[in-house]
């Protein structure tokens, strides 16, 4: 069965500071896609990033940068120069890739983000 | 677009009542789920749809029914409501399964007394 641990529950830092979400997961698929969900204090989950299991390159976007690494089965998630508005829950989540996956997502318990001012 | 859509925001309901949760989608996604959301907990799947007339459970099932008679509309039913069922109820949508990213409505807080 495939499970997706956040270890840190919540975290707390001054804006301007960079910020590391850890995520490992377990899956004995050889073909599954991870993902990173935001859910601001208004409740709604957004959608930051996919990367597939085939795909080891880092991606950067603006302040967010996500290192994927198989080897130690984890798919890190860092906020660089953090503000405000990042405040948020985060989730990791993952998908098998196999036919009879259908998409199912397996998240994480979510690491709570409060960047102060 | 309004994407996903669900109703009622919130509800209160009493131990044994039953309800309807709604979820509607207007991408034409052919993949539809339903998640529920427990405070400091990730979200789990209750049940998933592949298209319209196929539906399937997800990790925590017990209490809730579905049907899918339309592309659209992807209705969650409560039977005799428990306390256990209090929760935030998350309907989600994607084109096709485990590549795409799923979009979410914006949920439904549900208390049950």
């Known amino acids: 069965a495939q499970k997706v641990t956040q270890a840190q529950t919540e975290i707390s830092v001054v804006e301007k500071e960079d910020v590391t979400l850890d995520c490992v997961y377990e899956?004995?698929?050889?073909?599954?896609?991870l993902f990173w969900y935001k859910q601001p204090p208004s409740g709604e989950l957004v959608f930051l990033i996919r990367?597939?299991?085939?795909?080891?390159q880092n991606e950067i976007s603006g302040r967010y940068s996500w290192n994927f690494q198989k080897s130690t089965s984890s798919f890190n998630f860092t906020i660089t120069a953090s503000q405000v508005v990042d405040s948020a829950v985060y989730f990791c989540?993952?998908?098998?890739?196999?036919?009879?996956?259908?998409?199912?997502?397996?998240f994480g318990q979510g690491t709570i983000l409060t960047v102060h001012p | 677009n309004a994407g996903v859509t669900q109703t009622p925001k919130f509800r209160i309901l009493k131990i044994g009542q039953s309800m309807t949760l709604q979820c509607a989608q207007d991408?034409?996604?052919?993949?539809m789920y339903w998640y529920r959301q427990d405070p400091g907990m990730g979200l789990k799947l209750i049940y998933y749809?592949?298209?319209?007339?196929?539906?399937d459970k997800g990790e925590v099932p017990n209490g809730y029914n579905v049907s899918r008679s339309t592309t659209e509309d992807f209705p969650l039913r409560l039977e005799l409501a428990a306390p256990s069922q209090t929760s935030v109820y998350f309907c989600?949508?994607?084109?096709?399964?485990?590549?795409?990213?799923?979009?979410f409505g914006p949920g439904t807080r549900l208390t049950v007394l």
């Open positions: 989600a949508s994607s084109y096709q399964g485990a590549y795409n990213e799923q979009f």
């Open positions: 899956t004995r698929d050889t073909t599954y896609y």
């Open positions: 990367r597939n299991s085939f795909d080891e």
């Open positions: 989540a993952l998908s098998e890739g196999g036919g009879t996956s259908y998409g199912k997502l397996t």
């Open positions: 991408m034409n996604h052919n993949y």
């Open positions: 749809s592949v298209g319209a007339g196929i539906t």
